[in-house]
Each structure stands twice: as structure tokens, then as C-alpha cells.
């Protein structure tokens, strides 16, 4: 009851509502805005938010909001004292570094507090868009730059700095009209990396973490008279090409490669059913553009997470979002699809997502093909989630089901909230059940259950801490899902110190912590595993960054653990060890960064060295090149038992303009000796038409691993893909 009381007594950030101006004139868009319209617009008074926050920025930069019957216009005028310290890199659409100078915006178009989109854009023009969810609490979980809509941005470099345009159609964003009224929540942001100096309208402390993306943070602006069109966007494709694999012969002493010709079609669809429900349609759906996994080494006693790469499933994927934390989750759009790391045809789907009345909704059904043992299959997906309290708290409830055409089937629900008590203090409760054939389904039963409470102090400055208790089941089995580990309960502290120092230092950042958690098998009762991490990380105000950690392990293994690719294992028994880290990444202003990091220390009954290096060199406004080197030595049984693992890649970007890219990515594991290749050139002359030509091939390293001899090509897909967007 006293929770209650403090939450209904808790305030959003408080702010004066602003009434965004109309244009009063005609626009030539040309990223030069200097017609009389824009002059009669007030420009907003960014402040820095770092590397000092509340300074005045170092250099003028110009930044205006306005908005016609159809468009959202934001313009921006960026100069520099010294035109060398601007910094141009990349034309390729959804490029994210920190290399280049950037403006953009944060848009809550619901005025949630907690989902946004963001446009952004740099001196070259090109198009980078993205989701933002749950108030952004984790960056690597909570934004997404995957996400694809139809607007427009026009840059132009001049002798001081340069100047932008961004138009964005009011029918590519969703969004609820009162009384002719409509409220977004809005943060405009400049980055000049030169400075490692980011600016915002309205001002914005960075004492929490991420607090430049939190659609929490932007300022309420009100518009009158909008009304988006409702189009049909119909997006047909079709893709052909041919796929060579080498096959043993007849008599099993050798290889004879064969080819297949391959050609396919579909069609996707899109409708605003209203302006705050947006209807999708897929029909054969595929994914031939996407680019392959990057490849990972397995040392730990966990599941390894792959991120999903698939467009349609990235879209809106804020929406699904049901997270236990650390990749767990009640939804992972990645069983649908894939079997066992294979491509699995999608005859079709739906997803309705968007906001009825007060309540955000998320509905999806897809429908696959048999796949050698798996059968055709049906996933289907329900979330809700409603403001509660104030608008940092909500509650909401998710449906996952799993049916198999062979009979089989698998349920689940779950039941979420999250509430901001009072201040930076925040509580978050989730609950989940499944239930599938074969097994006793009981509602409250804690078998197939998972449960997650945690409390936190979401700030980055002072002392802030993290609290958890998670239950996983034994019997809890997400069927479209994903759980690193199964049969587990624990806790977890963090404990947090930090400082934004403001006199004269070289450090615009750092902060010591403490991770400590215990888990146990909720099956046998018995003990797995207890962790302490003490880390002191830090980030300079000329853009580099680091950290420093101790960790220290004690493990219970009842099972033999198997490490890397099957190249060692652990035996049963307990083990106590620990390990230094250190990692330090330069500052992305120059053509030239890179990040390290290194570990090393004792290993279960052995001992543990890896490193890892990624350089990136930009030449100029068009092209890339990144390295990445994982190395990973492990020593056990006093000698008896070690490996040594190097995945090499080697990742290369071409754009010629904002509107053609060439990409290649080349990676060599030694742990299953073969060099994965994946290129791809695409033509995208505007949103919803493009043209990839897609290159995929395995090549064997070591031949004579197994017997008759390797053939040098695993395999490999030459393909071309075409889409054309029409709009009705």
C-alpha cells in the first residue's frame, strides 16, 4: 500500500509544454535553410550535455524544429572555427559510428516516456534511423538502428561547417490526435567528435546513464492540425541465383560439387489501419540480404546470444520485448525461421502493432515450412503494455504460442511491470509461465515458471545500485524464447560510485563498482556458481575510453562442462579461480581508432589467456576497414588439456554515394577451420527500392581433417534480390 501511495505521487521529469511553430512559407529542400520560412522559425537553445554539462557549446550550431500539413522539418546550421575539426565519414544508410559529426532527433510520438524513434544524419547526408524501448536502461539491448522508414535528409558542406535539412513525413511516424492536438516528446542532439562533445534541446543532464536517448528525458511539444494519410505500401520481390554444394561421390572417396538454380518471390505489406495501429503483411518471406553471424568461441557454462539480423523482425521489435535480462527473453524472434543454424522457408505473416485507447499492442503469426525433423509450424504473439502511476511505470502481459502440425505444442504467458517509485529508484516485477504436450500443466505451479524482481537506482553519478532475484524452473521452456541457462535461481548486487568531475581534469566520467550474484539449481537445490567483479571504468573528455576488473569464480560442475568447439572439457567437481581484465578504445575522431581488451588469469583447474583487437581505418567519405582478432588460449588438467582459438575478420565498406554500398565481411575461425565470406552491393535509389547482389561461401581450411579429403568450398550462394515499393 505505502508503494502504491509513493508512485501515484511521482511526477514525469517536469517540463513547460512547447508549441512547436508552422511553417509560414515554401521550402526548397536542399539542406541550405535559408529560406525566409526558416528565418521566422526560433532557433532552440541547445546546451552541452557533455563533456561538461551546462556549458555553452564550444562552437554555434543553428537547430530548428518546424512542421507543415504533411512533414516534420528539422534544419540544422553547424559551424566550426577551424572547418578541419568537422569530421565527414560514411554515406551508407544506417551507419552509427562515432567517426562523424552528427544531428539529429529523439521522437516519443506516443508520449510514453518510454518508446521513441530517432532520425539522424551527417555532412554527407546519408540516412540513419532507430528504435528506442523500455527507456532505454540498457543500450546494448535497448536501441536498435535495424528499424527502416520512408523520409528524407539533404546535407551540404560549406567553407565553415555544414548545414541540413531532415523531412519526415507524418505518415511514416504513429501518433494519437486529441482535440486536433497531438503531443510528442522531441530531444534534438549535435555531436561533434572532435570535442567528444554532444549538445541538446532541452537540457539534459547525463548523471543517468544513456540519458541522451531516453524518451523520458525529451521535451513535451505540442502540434495542432496534423493528419497523417493512411497509404498501402505494397513491396513485392523476387530473387534469383544459383547455390553449389560439394557432395561425396557414389563410392565416398571424394567430392563432386552441385549446383542448384534458385528463384523465388513474395511480397510484403503495410497499412495504417489507424494513426496509431499499423498493419503487416509477409508472404514468402526472405531474408537473402542479411549478413551472416559473426562468429564466437564458447567459454563459458551459458547458451551463446546471437542478435536477430532480419529486417522484419528487427521492425517493431521494441514491441515484443519481454526481457528476464542478459539475453533472456519470453520472445526471440530467432526460432522462427531457423532450425539448428539453417534457413527455414516462411509462407507467411501478420503483425499488428501500435496503441489502442491507452494500451500499446503488439500482434504477431507466422507460419513455417517443414525442415528435415521439424515440422511446419505456427508461432503466434501477444504483448500489452499500459501506462500506470506516471508515465516512467507501466504493466502489461505477454501470449506466446508454438504449434506444431504434428501435434506438438507449446504455450507461454507472462505478466510484467515496471515502476518508478520515487526519484531514480525503480522496481521491476515479471512473471512467466509455458506450458507444452507431455508434461502437467498447472497454473501458479513453479516448475514451469520464471520469475525476475529487481530494484534499482538508475543514475551514474553518486551511488546507484541494482538488485535482482531471478527463478528459472526446472520445467520452464520458452518455445519461442531463449533462456542462457536452464533450472536456475540466484541473486545479484551491483553496487556503483560515480563522478562527473567538474573542475579541470582530463576524465569526463568514471566510476567503481562491485557485481557479486549466487546461482543454484532450483532442480537438485545444490550450488553453481558465485561471482565477484570489482571494476573501475572511465571515459575522457577527448573521447577515450577503459576499464580495469577483478574477477573471481566459484563453480559447482555436477556435469562435464565442454569448452570452445568441443576442443577440451571440464570434469565434474568444484573449481575456485579468478581473473584480471583490461580493455581501453581510442577516441572515434580520428580516421584511425581501435579497441583492446585482454583477460587472463587462473581457469577452472587450469589457467586462461585471450585478447581481442578491433581497429577501424575510414579513408574519407566512402570507405571502411575493420579488423577484428579474437584470440583465446586455455590450459587445463595441469597441462593435459589446452587449445588455441583465432577468429580473424575483416570487414570492408565501399559507398560510393548516399545511395549505393559495397560491403564485404571475411572471418577465419580456427576452431572449425573454415573462412565464412559474405558480400553484398546494394542499390537503394530511395526507401522501399532496392537492388543486393548477394556472395556467401565456406571455405575449408585444413582438408585433410577428415577423411576423403576436404574440397576447398563448402559451399556458396550467389544471389540477386529486387524490391519495389508501391504506394496506394
Known amino acids: 500500500m505505502q508503494v502504491l501511495l509513493l508512485l501515484s505521487c511521482v511526477n514525469a521529469w517536469p517540463q513547460e509544454l512547447m508549441v512547436v511553430q508552422g511553417l509560414s512559407g515554401d521550402l526548397v529542400f536542399d539542406g541550405v535553410p535559408d529560406e525566409e520560412a526558416w528565418q521566422k522559425i526560433a532557433a532552440l537553445p541547445l546546451i552541452m550535455h557533455m563533456p561538461v ?127 486536433n492536438k497531438t503531443i510528442m516528446g522531441i530531444t534534438v542532439a549535435s555531436y561533434r567528435p572532435v570535442k567528444a562533445e554532444m549538445a541538446s534541446f532541452p537540457a539534459i543532464s547525463p548523471d543517468i546513464a544513456n540519458a541522451i536517448w531516453k524518451p523520458s528525458m525529451t521535451r513535451m511539444m505540442e502540434f495542432t492540425g496534423i493528419k497523417p494519410e493512411k497509404p498501402l505500401y505494397v513491396t513485392p520481390y523476387v530473387t534469383g541465383g544459383i547455390g553449389q554444394i560439394n557432395e561425396l561421390d557414389d563410392s565416398q572417396t571424394g567430392y563432386i560439387m552441385k549446383s542448384k538454380f534458385k528463384f523465388d518471390a513474395g511480397f510484403d505489406a503495410k497499412y495504417s489501419i489507424t494513426n496509431n495501429l499499423t498493419a503487416d503483411l509477409t508472404v514468402n518471406t526472405d531474408f537473402a540480404q542479411v549478413e551472416a553471424d559473426e562468429q564466437k568461441i564458447n567459454l563459458t557454462r551459458y547458451s551463446l546470444y546471437f542478435p536477430e539480423k532480419r529486417v522484419f523482425f528487427q521492425e517493431k521489435a521494441d514491441v515484443f520485448d519481454f526481457s528476464f535480462l542478459g539475453g533472456n527473453n519470453l520472445f526471440y524472434s530467432r526460432r522462427i525461421g531457423l532450425y539448428d543454424g539453417y534457413p527455414v522457408r516462411i509462407y507467411g505473416g501478420v503483425r499488428v502493432t501500435g496503441r489502442i485507447d491507452k494500451w500499446d499492442v503488439g500482434i504477431l503469426d507466422m507460419q513455417t515450412a517443414a525442415f528435415k525433423e521439424n515440422p511446419s509450424e505456427n508461432f503466434g504473439v501477444f504483448r500489452t503494455k499500459r501506462s500506470v502511476f506516471n508515465p516512467n511505470s507501466y504493466v502489461g502481459g505477454m501470449v506466446t504460442s508454438r504449434l506444431g502440425m504434428n501435434g506438438n505444442y507449446n504455450a507461454a504467458y507472462g505478466l510484467d511491470g515496471q515502476f518508478r517509485v520515487t526519484g531514480d529508484e525503480f522496481m521491476t516485477v515479471k512473471w512467466a509461465q509455458t506450458f507444452e504436450q507431455d508434461s502437467v500443466n498447472k497454473i501458479f505451479d513453479l516448475a514451469p515458471s520464471r520469475f525476475l524482481f529487481e530494484w534499482q537506482r538508475r543514475k551514474i553519478k553518486g551511488f546507484a545500485y541494482d538488485l535482482l532475484y531471478t527463478w528459472s524452473g526446472k520445467s520452464f521452456n520458452p518455445g519461442v524464447g531463449f533462456e542462457v541457462k536452464d533450472n536456475y535461481q540466484g541473486v545479484r548486487t551491483i553496487l556503483q560510485y560515480g563522478w562527473l568531475p567538474e573542475r579541470e581534469t582530463f576524465l569526463r566520467y568514471h566510476a567503481i563498482s562491485l557485481t557479486a550474484y549466487d546461482l543454484w539449481n532450483t532442480l537438485t537445490g545444490l550450488h553453481e556458481t558465485t561471482s565477484g567483479i570489482l571494476k573501475w571504468q572511465f571515459e575522457a573528455k577527448k573521447g577515450f575510453s577503459g576499464n580495469l576488473s577483478s574477477t573471481w569464480f566459484l563453480e559447482d560442475l555436477v556435469d562435464t562442462l565442454i569448452l570452445g568447439n568441443e576442443q577440451a572439457s571440464v570434469a565434474p567437481g568444484r573449481y575456485s579461480f579468478g581473473y584480471l581484465s583490461a580493455s581501453y578504445g581510442s577516441s572515434g575522431a580520428h580516421a584511425l581508432s581501435y579497441e583492446l581488451s585482454a583477460e587472463g588469469g587462473s581457469f577452472y583447474d587450469g589457467w586462461r589467456l585471450s585478447f581481442s583487437a578491433l581497429p577501424k581505418l575510414s579513408i574519407g567519405a ?85 577423411n576423403p579429403r576436404l574440397p576447398y568450398s563448402a559451399g556458396r550462394t550467389v544471389l540477386l534480390k529486387y524490391t519495389y515499393t508501391f504506394m496506394f
Open 53 to 179: 554539462f551546462g556549458n555553452v557549446p564550444s562552437e554555434l550550431t543553428v537547430v530548428k524544429i518546424a512542421y507543415d500539413n504533411n512533414y516534420l522539418y528539422v534544419s540544422g546550421i553547424i559551424n566550426y572555427k577551424n572547418p578541419d575539426d568537422m569530421r565527414a565519414f560514411s554515406k551508407k544508410r544506417d551507419y552509427n559510428s562515432p567517426k562523424c559529426d552528427w544531428l539529429g532527433l529523439v521522437i516519443d510520438t506516443f508520449n510514453d516516456r518510454q518508446n521513441a524513434v530517432m532520425f539522424w544524419t551527417n555532412p554527407n547526408g546519408l540516412r540513419s534511423e532507430g528504435t528506442l524501448q523500455n527507456d532505454v536502461v540498457d543500450s546494448n539491448t535497448d536501441m536498435s538502428f535495424s528499424w527502416n522508414t520512408f523520409w528524407d535528409v539533404k546535407s551540404s558542406i560549406v567553407e565553415n561547417g555544414w548545414s541540413t535539412e531532415i523531412r519526415i513525413p507524418f505518415s511514416s511516424l504513429r501518433f494519437q490526435v486529441k482535440e
Open 622 to 706: 566512402g570507405f571502411d576497414l575493420g579488423l577484428t582478432y579474437y584470440f583465446d588460449y586455455v590450459n587445463l588438467s595441469s597441462g593435459t588439456m589446452s587449445f588455441t582459438n583465432h577468429i580473424l575478420g575483416i570487414r570492408g565498406l565501399l559507398t560510393m554515394t548516399t545511395k549505393t554500398s559495397l560491403s564485404a565481411y571475411i572471418q577465419y575461425n580456427t576452431a572449425i577451420d573454415k573462412v565464412v565470406t559474405n558480400i553484398r552491393f546494394r542499390y537503394n535509389p530511395r526507401e522501399g527500392n532496392d537492388l543486393y547482389i548477394v556472395y556467401d561461401e565456406g571455405l575449408n581450411s585444413d582438408l585433410a581433417r577428415e
